[in-house]
């Protein structure tokens, strides 16, 4: 639809402008999941070159029909990216990364196919080079996934989150830096002078709300408070809930 049309535009032009690239010269960009090319399109207005990959055959013709300018590539970046040490000068992926923490097949480990992804991703990138890949996470524990396993890979760098307090707006752009750390640029439409408020930046923390399938954590208070209320509903008789359900005790000895 036109629309989608749109909303890949804006999100494409927001990625390059992330790259912060050059402006006296011409540049070599990947474009990971490049679907039919319209991300590759905003590359070349801007005067790029660009490769694209993407896993989906049907999709790549899409993009030989439309003439883009960009090279293209049946691959499944799961396994790799293709590439000598060094080729690009920068990386954008709209609405693919995601994708990745899916097993598809009994054969898939979503942080193995990550790791492989960011890893060869960090080789083939030039050094001083950015990558943005705007990502539709499912919920905080993907998150944490893609973005640990991007930093185990060797970049930095951090979330750079669009219109945070909109529902409908709201946008999650992974900046990653090769090499040396840069400055994490600033969202768009965020009221607040301090970034930290709206850029999540990598750390080793991990989040204890929920596990990867979405249930709270074993023996947490959401988790206690679910059983019991799992129990009332069988008709069995439970103790009430206090402010004290769930609290650690202090060791006895």
């Not at 990625?15 to 540049?27: G, I, K, N, S, T």
């Not at 492989?116 to 996934?145: C, D, I, K, M």
């Not at 830096?177 to 408020?197: N, R």
């Amino acid at each position: 639809s036109s629309r989608v049309v749109q909303i890949q535009a804006q999100m494409s032009e927001r990625a390059v402008e992330l790259l912060a690239l050059p402006e006296d010269r011409p540049c070599l960009l990947l474009d990971v999941g490049c679907g039919s090319g319209l991300s590759g399109d905003r590359i070349s207005e801007e005067g790029h070159y660009w490769v694209g990959l993407d896993i989906s055959a049907a999709m790549l013709d899409v993009a030989v029909e439309r003439e883009v300018e960009g090279d293209l590539l049946l691959a499944d970046v799961g396994q790799g990216i293709p590439f000598r040490p060094g080729t690009f000068d920068g990386c954008i992926s709209i609405s693919a990364v995601q994708w990745l923490c899916n097993a598809d097949k009994k054969s898939h480990s979503p942080p193995k196919r990550l790791y492989r992804f960011f890893s060869t991703l960090y080789t083939a990138l030039a050094r001083g080079s950015r990558a943005v890949l705007q990502l539709y996470p499912e919920n905080s524990e993907q998150l944490e996934l893609i973005t640990a396993q991007a930093m185990r890979a060797g970049f930095t760098g951090g979330m750079v989150v669009d219109y945070p307090n909109s529902a409908k707006a709201k946008k999650f752009f992974l900046c990653l830096f090769v090499g040396a750390s840069s400055t994490l640029p600033k969202g768009l439409g965020t009221e607040c002078a301090d970034e930290e408020l709206h850029q999540a930046k990598f750390t080793n923390e991990r989040t204890r709300f929920k596990n990867i399938k979405g249930k709270s954590v074993k023996k947490s208070r959401d988790w206690i408070l679910e059983k019991k209320e799992r129990r009332r509903r069988q008709g069995k008789e439970v103790r009430g809930d206090t402010k004290y359900t769930g609290r650690k005790r202090r060791p006895h000895f």
